[in-house]
């Protein structure tokens, strides 16, 4: 049975792709993982439409969430029109909707083709972008995208943007092999972007 969205903690997560444009050194999906520490079969056979989506997610009772995050065990940004679809549909029908965050690698320009940055206004409450590195150099090397460097700028491009039209903006690294002054460079980036350093634990294999 496929996965499409799954409690862990506080917060309901919201499955909708395994398709990725990196593949980053720390990613759960490679040694032939299905699942996470968060649910076991993450990897999806078929991509749920938006109306299977939007049953599976009306099914639940959503205010009892304390959030509502869009992840994939891939990249969300290949289902931002369906994610935006379904924040609306459920902002409609779930009075109480709690607060709605994206975790994405910041790719969406290079993903759809456009800036979506302002269709995120009002629908999306927080994003966490993946930073990773505080240089295009470390970056390219950890994450190993499709677009290469042009993806390290897409994706402080894409941050520099988002905080405009999203409340909470938060930048993302895994804390394994940062020196406090790589972390203190990541903070730093993060902050001229107008956004907020979170450190995350490594999760091992
Ligand atoms: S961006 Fe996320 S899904 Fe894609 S390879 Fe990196 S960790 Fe995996």
Known sequence: METISYAYGPALYV?????????????LRHNGHKGSIYADDLWLDHEPTRQEALEDLLARDLPKYSELVFCGFGEPAYRMDD???LVDRLKE???GLPPVRINTNGH???????????ELKGRIDALSISLNGSTCEEYVAVTRPRDGERAWEAMLDFTRRAVRYVPTVMMTVVDKDKSPREL????ALCESLGARLR???YIPD
């Open 199 to 201: 450190v995350r634990a």
């Open 93 to 95: 029908a779930a009075p």
């Open 108 to 118: 969406a320009d290079l993903i759809l083709g456009r800036d979506v940055t302002p």
């Open 83 to 85: 994610i935006l679809w």
């Open 184 to 187: 203190e460079a990541c903070r």
């Open 15 to 27: 499955n909708l792709t395994n398709r990725c444009d990196c593949a980053c050194v720390f990613c």
